[in-house]
């Protein structure tokens, strides 16, 4: 694909005084004219963003896969743990009622039993 040139046009472009000198001493070092280095920074700019974008996903990418591994290596340490504490928790349940229907049929039964005089 042939690279598009657009028309260049002029603008009038205000500056803070330290900004203008920071483009002046940078253009002298680059060896440009005061114009390219304006230009040169903007276009490195727009590829910035996508350079940023780029990174931003990689990250997101690299953070999900950790959250992933941490989350299978908790599973992996504390599942044995989490599924006796369960076990356990349900044994406890199962207790209780038993000793809540026991307790019921025992105060059924003294209430059948004759009283003391």
């Known amino acids: 694909m042939a690279e598009e040139h657009d028309e260049e046009v002029r603008i009038t472009l ?17 060896a440009r004219s ?4 304006i230009v040169s920074r903007l276009e490195l700019s727009f590829e910035a963003e996508g350079i940023i974008d780029d990174l931003n996903r990689r990250l997101q990418a690299l953070n ?6 941490v989350q299978s290596g908790i ?3 504390f599942g044995p743990v989490f599924d006796r504490y369960k ?5 406890l349940a199962e207790f209780k009622r038993s000793f809540a229907d ?5 105060d059924r039964i ?4 004759p009283t003391k005089k």
């Open 14 to 30: 205000r500056l803070p005084g330290h900004l203008r000198r920071k483009l002046g001493v940078s253009a002298v070092d680059t």
């Open 34 to 37: 005061m114009n390219g280095e």
């Open 64 to 69: 999900d896969e950790l959250s992933k591994r």
């Open 75 to 77: 599973d992996a340490m």
């Open 87 to 91: 076990q356990q928790s349900e044994t």
């Open 102 to 106: 026991l307790t019921e049929r025992l």
């Open 110 to 113: 003294e209430k059948k039993l």
